[in-house]
């Protein structure tokens, strides 16, 4: 079944700069696109980051042009590189699978704050 674990949270300055891991088992990673979520106190889920199999890549437009997402499908892993952090990126972090869209892992932390 599928598994996602993701880590690479934590606190940091605004401005600052984390890099997220999610590694997946359970299913065959590369066939599927991977996906970044986010999810903030009292607001909704929300999709940060996407990318296919093949590499291409989409991003909302809060994001763009700071965060990077990007696989390795050697690895079964994807991962998120966010730089220039601002308070407003708070939120816990999931990755999520087109293999299994309903499955969410426990996700990881990030807190900006000086």
């Known amino acids: 079944q599928v598994q996602l674990v993701e880590s690479g949270g934590g606190l940091v300055q605004p401005g600052g700069s984390l890099r997220l891991s999610c590694a997946a088992s359970?299913?065959?990673?590369?066939?599927?696109?991977m996906s970044w979520y986010r999810q903030a106190p009292g607001k909704e889920r929300e999709l940060v980051a996407a990318?296919?199999?093949?590499?291409?890549?989409n991003y909302a437009d809060s994001v763009k042009g700071r965060f990077t997402i990007s696989r390795d499908n050697a690895k079964n892993t994807v991962y998120l590189q966010m730089n220039s952090l601002k308070p407003e990126d708070t939120a816990v972090y999931y990755c999520?699978?087109?293999?299994?869209?309903?499955?969410w892992g426990q996700g990881t932390q990030v807190t900006v704050s000086s």
């Open positions: 999520n699978t087109d293999r299994d869209r309903t499955y």
């Open positions: 990318i296919g199999s093949f590499g291409k890549t």
């Open positions: 359970g299913f065959t990673f590369s066939y599927y696109v």
